[in-house]
Nanobody
Framework: QVQLVESGGGLVQAGDSLRLSCAAS????????MGWFRQAPAKERAFVAA????????LYADSVKGRFTISRDNAKNTVYLQMNSLKPEDTAVYYC???????????????WGQGTQVTVSS
């Protein structure tokens, strides 16, 4: 069992940066690959980034490649999403999730956090 709690969201201007954190409970955190998804109003929840259990492998959605960086600290049971050069279209609720492998498919993620709101004004 893994419980996930996101933090770090907020209201920023276009071009600003934010770092999201996702704190996990449970000793099995290091056994899971972690992902970030986002859901904008009236849209499907979409893949943003994922990282392997060791941190050695990452995947990104094309829309965030080069601007967002996912990382993890297994000693702190935490995964991060550094978001730079934010755009209004990045506005969404951001969720972290845990899966057994590094995937982009949300249906394969077993555990989800409650989400944190990110709003980017133009």
């Amino acid at each position: 069992q893994v419980q996930l709690v996101e933090s770090g969201g907020g209201l920023v201007q276009a071009g600003d940066s934010l770092r999201l954190s996702c704190a996990a409970s449970g000793r099995t955190f290091r056994n899971y690959c972690m992902g970030w998804f986002r859901q904008a109003p009236a849209k499907e929840r979409a893949f943003v980034a994922a990282i392997s259990w060791s941190g050695g492998g990452t995947l990104y959605a094309d829309s965030v490649k080069g601007r967002f960086t996912i990382s993890r600290d297994n000693a702190k049971n935490t995964v991060y999403l550094q978001m730079n050069s934010l755009k209004p279209e990045d506005t969404a609720v951001y969720y972290c999730a845990a899966a057994r492998t590094v995937v982009t498919t949300k249906g394969l993620y077993e555990y989800w956090g409650q989400g944190t709101q990110v709003t980017v004004s133009s």
